[in-house]
């Protein structure tokens, strides 16, 4: 079972920006999709970036133009660079495998503040 850390985030104004990291430990973590998910307070968890194993990307149109996912085989770890971050952004993010209802344990998550 593959187990993920999330880090990166804090606290930054309104048109600013971060970036976050998912290191990944265990195996299966080359094959599969990756993707970063944000919960924001009192609504569910959604899917707003993912990248395949070969590096084809998709984001949802919210983030569209301002963020950007990558990944590391090699070295078992995914990153979203985030831009012109707006108040909308805050949220709890995760990363995890991208495989319909199936999921890697979640991790604690890195939470992302918007605010001036």
């Known amino acids: 079972q593959v187990q993920l850390v999330e880090s990166g985030g804090g606290l930054v104004q309104p048109g600013g920006s971060l970036r976050l990291s998912c290191a990944a430990s265990g195996r299966g973590f080359s094959i599969n999709a990756m993707g970063w998910y944000r919960q924001p307070p009192g609504k569910q968890r959604e899917l707003v970036a993912a990248i395949t194993s070969g590096g084809s990307t998709h984001y949802v149109d919210s983030v569209k133009g301002r963020f950007t996912i990558s990944r590391d085989n090699a070295k078992n770890t995914v990153a979203l660079e985030m831009n012109m971050l707006r108040p909308e952004d805050t949220a709890v993010y995760y990363c995890?495998?991208?495989?319909?209802?199936?999921?890697?344990?979640w991790g604690q998550g890195t939470q992302v503040t918007v605010s001036s």
């Open positions: 995890n495998v991208v495989a319909g209802t199936y999921y890697y344990n």
